[in-house]
C-alpha cells in the first residue's frame, strides 16, 4: 500500500506555530528518506524540508531555516514538521513526500501526498 497521507494544516496567526504530520506505510516510509513540499497559489512548488531515513540528517531551503525543523518517529511511520514564527508568506497547501533521494541537499521524491492547506493570516 502506497500510503501518504498528511495533517495538521490550518489557519494561524503571523508569529504562530503549527505542527504538520504524514503517516506512510510500509512501503513509502520503512527505510526511506521523507520530506516536505509546499505550493502557493501560482507558484511552483518548492523543496522545504527533507529527513534521512534514520533521522540523522536533515536538509531545509533557506526560506526555513531556523524556524522549521522536520523530525520521524519511524515507530509510528509518521515524520512531522513543526513550524514556528510562521509568516503570511509560508501560506500553501504542504505535501508530505516519501522515499526517492537527496541530491545536493534537495529531496526527489517517487510518492507524494495530496496536502494540508496552511493559512497565516491576522
Known amino acids: 500500500q502506497e500510503k501518504v497521507v498528511e495533517s495538521g494544516g490550518g489557519l494561524v496567526q503571523p508569529g504562530g506555530s503549527l505542527k504538520l504530520s504524514c503517516e506512510g506505510s510500509?512501503?513509502?516510509?520503512?527505510?526511506?528518506?521523507m520530506g516536505w513540499f509546499r505550493q502557493s497559489p501560482g507558484k511552483e512548488r518548492e523543496f522545504v524540508a527533507t529527513i534521512s531515513m534514520t533521522g540523522t540528517t536533515s536538509y531545509y531551503a533557506d526560506s526555513v531555516k531556523g524556524r522549521f525543523t522536520i523530525s520521524r518517529d519511524n515507530a509510528k511511520s509518521t515524520v512531522y514538521l513543526q513550524m514556528n514564527s510562521l509568516k503570511p508568506e509560508d501560506t500553501a497547501v504542504y505535501y508530505c513526500?516519501?522515499?526517492?533521494?537527496?541530491?545536493?541537499?534537495?529531496?526527489?521524491?517517487?510518492?507524494w501526498g495530496n496536502g494540508t492547506l496552511v493559512t497565516v493570516s491576522s
Open positions: 510500509e512501503r513509502t516510509f520503512r527505510n526511506n528518506v
Open positions: 513526500a516519501a522515499d526517492g533521494y537527496i541530491n545536493n541537499g534537495i529531496h526527489y521524491p517517487r510518492y
